[in-house]
């Protein structure tokens, strides 16, 4: 089945505790991006990747990294989480960039830091 | 900065046509894309208008004017399945993507 995979689902930790979400696919996309969801401001991009080898900024990077070392993995670390980044997190991934290339996403994880 | 306005809140009956309209103020543009988010779920893909125009796929249609930085998307013979939150996105460089606050579709019977 083709599917976006982000673990965990849920979590909850403390400030300045170092946690890294995954996100794998399965499709051979190439481009991936992770997201933030919070109540009344949409989604707001944090990293995307078009390939393995470009990896750049969105809207909200600070305080998060990303790595892409292979094609279906990419996962968001969060070095020292703070309270400010208790959100709703989701990957997502495409054939390739631009809005006309559907974007899969997964289940989401919800991070809560206390 | 890139910005895109959407109604917060729509209320239709089942059966009946709504419209959510979409604006948008971006540096760059390669087109409108349209996402559904159903409650505790993951959005996912609607529709997409590279060109002015219509598009048309089932219940659902979306539409694009350029030259206004203006787009919707239609949903026809509501039904309550309907009910979710709908984002219309951008993707102002060709690379990274800007979405809307989202718009909350609730279809009553």
């Known amino acids: 089945e083709a599917q976006v995979t982000q673990n965990p689902r849920y979590l909850i930790t403390v400030t300045g505790k170092k946690l890294t979400v995954t996100c794998s696919q399965n499709m051979n996309h190439e481009y991936m991006s992770w997201y933030r969801q919070d109540p009344g401001l949409g989604l707001r991009q944090i990293y995307y990747s078009m390939n393995v080898e470009v990896t750049d900024k969105g809207d909200v990077p600070e305080g998060y990294k990303v790595s892409r070392k292979e094609k279906r993995n990419f996962p968001l670390i969060l070095e020292s989480p703070s309270p400010n980044q208790t959100s709703l997190y989701f990957c997502?991934?495409?054939?390739?960039?631009?809005?006309?290339?559907?974007?899969?996403f997964g289940p989401g994880t919800r991070l809560t830091v206390l | 900065g890139q910005s895109l306005e959407q109604p917060s809140e729509v209320t239709a009956v089942e059966g009946a046509i709504v419209q959510i309209n979409c604006t948008y103020q971006t540096s760059g543009f390669y087109g409108l894309s349209w996402y559904q988010q159903h409650d505790g779920g993951a959005p996912t893909f609607l529709s997409y208008?590279?060109?002015?125009g219509l598009e048309e796929t089932g219940r659902f249609s979306s539409f694009l004017s350029r030259s206004d930085s203006y787009g919707y998307l239609l949903l026809q013979e509501l039904q309550m399945k309907d009910s979710a939150s709908y984002f219309c996105?951008?993707?102002?460089?060709?690379?990274?993507?800007?979405f809307g606050p989202g718009t909350r579709l609730s279809v009553l019977p």
């Open positions: 996105a951008v993707s102002p460089y060709g690379q990274n993507f800007v």
């Open positions: 208008n590279g060109l002015d």
């Open positions: 997502a991934s495409s054939l390739s960039s631009g809005a006309g290339n559907e974007q899969f």
